[in-house]
C-alpha cells in the first residue's frame, strides 16, 4: 500500500510540476527568450511523461475507475497548494468546501483501492 501511495503522489506532482513549467512558458511566450521557453516546454514534457509512467503502473493492478478518481483528485488537491503559494491564486470558501469534499473522496476511493 505504501508503493501506491507513493506512485499516486509521484503522479500528482510530476503533473502539477508540468502545470506550472507550461504555466511559466506562458509568461515567457512572446517576449523573445526562446532558450527559456523551450527549457520549459521540455521541463514540463518530461514531467508529463514521468506521470503517465507512474500512472500506467497504478492501472497495471488496479481498476482505471478507482485509480483515475485518486489520481485526479490528488492532483486537483497539488495544483490548489501550488497555485496559492506560487502564483498568489486566492483560495476562497468554496474551495476549501470543495477540497474537503475531493479529500473525502480520495480517501473512500483510495481505501477502495486498496482493497483490491
Known amino acids: 500500500m505504501l508503493s501506491r501511495t507513493l506512485l499516486f503522489a509521484a503522479y500528482a506532482v510530476l503533473n502539477t510540476a508540468a502545470m506550472a513549467a507550461i504555466k511559466e512558458a506562458g509568461r ?7 532558450a ?5 516546454l521540455g521541463f514540463g514534457a518530461v514531467c508529463y511523461a514521468a506521470g503517465l509512467a507512474a500512472l500506467i503502473t497504478l492501472l497495471r493492478g488496479s481498476d482505471a475507475s478507482s485509480v483515475f478518481p485518486v489520481a485526479i483528485g490528488t492532483t486537483v488537491l497539488a495544483t490548489n497548494v501550488v497555485g496559492a503559494l506560487n502564483y498568489g491564486e486566492r483560495i476562497t470558501s468554496r474551495k476549501v468546501a470543495a477540497t474537503l469534499l475531493l479529500l473525502a473522496g480520495i480517501t ?9
Open 28 to 34: 515567457i511566450f512572446g517576449t523573445g527568450r526562446h
Open 36 to 40: 527559456a521557453l523551450l527549457g520549459r
Open 108 to 116: 473512500l476511493t483510495f481505501l477502495d483501492t486498496a482493497r483490491a
